[in-house]
């Protein structure tokens, strides 16, 4: 059995709450853990450390979610960085609009320990070829 593989993650919420319990989560799972609390906030961490996943949460001052993404997904730099959208609000238009601006998944909060941890290893294994 391989080791579980590490990953470099990146969390962009506008509440310390929610980033600190993913962060938590995220580091008992073994993995990287990089913090943004707004979309300019996330896009200057995405271009410095280049992050493997990054989840980020939809309602945020400035720069929401959707406009965040769909920035990652436009530039060609970023393209392939999976993102998974975090929002309270679990409607079909707001899983339709995250796919259209281009995030891979969609997460319902407040998520699981194992919801998030299932994430990054479904994501991360598309990025090791593993999947």
């Known amino acids: 059995m391989n080791p579980t593989p590490t990953f470099k993650v990146l969390v962009v919420d506008d509440s310390n709450t929610i980033r600190r319990s993913a962060e938590i989560f995220l580091k008992q799972g073994g993995h990287e853990v990089l913090l943004a609390e707004d979309g300019f906030d996330a896009l200057a961490k995405i271009n410095d450390y280049l992050p493997d996943i990054v989840f980020c949460d939809i309602l945020m001052p400035r720069l929401d979610g959707y406009q965040t993404c769909a920035i990652i997904k436009r530039n060609a730099r970023f393209a392939n960085i999976p993102v998974v959208m975090l929002s309270s609000k679990d409607g079909v238009f707001d899983k339709a609009r995250g796919?259209?601006?281009?995030?891979?998944?969609?997460?319902?909060?407040?998520f699981t320990k194992d919801q998030l941890l299932q994430a990054v290893q479904q994501f991360g294994a598309q990025l090791t070829g593993a999947a």
Do not use: C, D, F
Request: hydrophobic share 25%; proline share 8%; aromatic share 8%.
């Open 99 to 110: 796919r259209m601006v281009g995030s891979q998944e969609y997460l319902t909060k407040p």
